[in-house]
Structures are given as structure tokens and as C-alpha cells.
């Protein structure tokens, strides 16, 4: 009998000390997680929303490869930590780093405001995939790259279906211009 699948979305933690996240930070992941195909989800238990100092001591010690070189987690954005006999595989969104990373303006315009959070959640769930669902041999990062690309074009295609009339009205009344300067 086959079994079924997991519906359910990964649980969000947040463990902040000494640190007030961006109002609505939570809200704006949940939002980037409902455009997420549950069968990518399948297997990933945690997403927890941290900041440098809400990290142990252990933790804050501890590096991570990243494009063939190890850098300390405390520089890190996020980390993807895979399921092992003991733990279930979990996401680290590093908030604070996010957060110094993007302009503070750019959480007020409704666009830009997942742009940042989404590069590095979608990242980090492209690792997930690549190791549990869709294995593929070749430099992991350049895996996870191309997963965040494709689930961040199906968040802009399904957020943002009302921009589509729009920007083709758009690239049809630019398109001559264009033309008569070249």
C-alpha cells in the first residue's frame, strides 16, 4: 500500500536573543513556503529563524562548506542541516545576516520584500531537494542555485499573476522604441 505524503508544511521556530526581527519577517517565509510544492517539503521538519548570538557556543565555532571553502556559520545566511539517525532535517535562516544583507527600504515596496528572504530560503530548500528528492551530481551549490531560481519563478508566477497584462502591455509599447534605436 503506498504510503501517503506529507501535507503538512515544515513547523517555523523562531529563537531570537537580543534581537527584534523585521515586523512581519515570519509572515513574509510562511508566505514564500505556501509557493513551494509540498512534495519538496516532504522530509523537511524545521525552519528556524535565528540570529548570531541565538546560536550556542558549539554553534557559533562551528564552519560550513560554501563553494569549496569553509566559512564560519556566523557569516552565513542560512544552512541547510540534512536528516541523520538522531535529528530531522531542518533549515537555518540566519536573520540578522538577511537582514544587514538587503537595503532597509526594500521591505516596504510588496516586491522586493521577498527577494532577499526568498534567496536564501528557496537556497537552502534547493539543498533539501537535491539530496532527498531530485539527487543530482554536480557541485552542489550550482544545484541549489538552479532550484532557487526555478521555485522563486514559480512564486513570481503565482504571487504575482497580475503583473503578467501588465508587463506584456508594457514590452509591447517598448518593443518598437527599442527597434528605432538600434
Given at each position: 500500500m503506498p504510503q501517503a505524503l506529507e501535507t503538512t508544511a515544515p513547523?517555523?521556530?523562531?529563537?531570537?536573543?537580543?534581537?527584534?526581527?523585521p515586523p512581519n519577517f515570519r509572515q513574509t517565509i510562511e508566505i514564500l513556503l505556501k509557493y513551494v510544492h509540498p512534495k519538496y517539503l516532504v522530509g523537511l521538519k524545521t525552519i528556524v529563524l535565528t540570529n548570531r548570538v541565538g546560536l550556542t557556543r558549539d554553534q557559533r565555532k562551528r564552519k560550513i562548506w560554501s563553494r569549496n571553502r569553509k566559512i564560519p556559520l556566523t557569516d552565513a545566511h542560512g544552512s541547510?542541516?540534512?536528516a541523520s539517525k538522531s535529528s530531522q532535517a531542518a533549515v537555518w535562516l540566519y536573520v540578522d545576516n538577511i537582514c544587514a544583507a538587503e537595503s532597509p527600504?526594500?521591505?516596504s515596496v510588496p516586491i522586493l520584500r521577498y527577494m532577499k528572504?526568498?534567496?536564501v530560503l528557496y537556497h537552502e530548500?534547493?539543498?533539501h531537494i537535491?539530496?532527498?528528492?531530485r539527487p543530482e551530481h554536480s557541485e552542489r551549490e550550482n544545484v541549489a542555485e538552479d532550484w532557487s531560481r526555478k521555485l522563486w519563478g514559480r512564486f513570481i508566477r503565482k504571487h504575482n499573476w497580475y503583473l503578467y497584462p501588465v508587463l506584456y502591455m508594457f514590452t509591447r509599447l517598448l518593443s518598437p522604441l527599442v527597434k528605432w534605436m538600434k
Open positions: 513547523e517555523i521556530v523562531e529563537s531570537y536573543r537580543d534581537f527584534e526581527p541547510y542541516w540534512a527600504w526594500w521591505r528572504p526568498s534567496d530548500i534547493g539543498h537535491s539530496k532527498v528528492h
